[in-house]
């Protein structure tokens, strides 16, 4: 089984140090890295490059969980397509090995919490929706035009003094969009 190592650092103050160092005792034969990129950002150039550079029967070994990402919905996410790749995770800090029974029992725990997450984001999410529209407040995006626009876009398609995109540019809108607008109303 190779190891392959990913570390990172938010800043480009702090240091790869301990990080590299305790990636390179844990037998990784190349690490990977990311300086002064923050965990929220799951689009990052070194992260791209381990991931791509990882095969079936690979271990990608990182110091610490928070180093791979800060969202528990993507680490789940992404430690389950390593799995699907045939990728072993290990952890380091957290002693999360999914090469072994107990790493992936705690892995399954985390991503039962991870599905947990989201569907308590869901409950509040429509929750604050019910209760803005309790209040009488309208939910989702404004309306492309206001009725007034649209009887009148209706009327000078209806005699011939404009046509689509005409109308479209003078509303700043895409044609597609002024159609579908036409089509809600009618």
Same mark, same amino acid.
């Given at each position: 089984?190779?190891?392959? /190592?990913?570390?990172?650092?938010? =800043?480009?103050? &702090? ?5 590299? !160092? ?12 990311? &300086? /002064?990129?923050?965990?929220?950002? *799951?689009?990052?150039?070194? %992260? ?19 180093? $791979?990402?800060? !969202? ?16 072993? *995770?290990?952890?380091? !800090?957290?002693?999360?090995? =999914?090469?072994? !029974?107990?790493?992936?029992? $705690? *892995?399954?725990?985390?991503? +039962?919490?991870?599905? *947990? ?13 019910? +209760?803005?529209? +309790? ?10 035009? =206001? ?5 009148? +876009? ?12 005409? $109308?479209?540019?003078?509303?700043? %809108?895409?044609?597609? =969009? ?9």
């Amino acid at each position: 089984m190779k190891k392959i /190592g990913y570390a990172r650092v938010s =800043t480009s103050d &702090q240091n790869l140090d301990l990080q590299l !160092s305790a990636l390179k005792a844990a037998g990784c034969a190349r690490v990977y890295t990311d &300086q /002064g990129v923050s965990g929220a950002e *799951f689009e990052r150039d070194g %992260l791209s490059k381990v991931l791509k550079a990882l095969q079936a029967g690979d271990m990608l070994v990182v110091w610490r969980l928070d180093r $791979l990402g800060r !969202s528990l919905v993507d680490l789940v996410r992404l430690i389950s397509e390593l799995g699907e790749r045939e990728v072993e *995770f290990h952890s380091l !800090s957290e002693a999360i090995d =999914t090469s072994s !029974s107990g790493g992936r029992l $705690l *892995f399954h725990l985390l991503a +039962a919490m991870a599905e *947990f997450e989201r569907s308590l984001i869901s409950e509040r999410t429509k929750a604050g929706m019910e +209760a803005a529209r +309790a209040r009488g407040q309208r939910i989702g995006r404004k309306p492309a035009m =206001t009725a007034t626009q649209l009887r009148s +876009a209706r009327i000078a398609l209806k005699d011939g003094s404009a046509s689509v995109e005409t $109308l479209a540019k003078r509303y700043n %809108l895409h044609p597609r =969009t002024l159609v579908r607008a036409l089509k809600d109303v009618a």
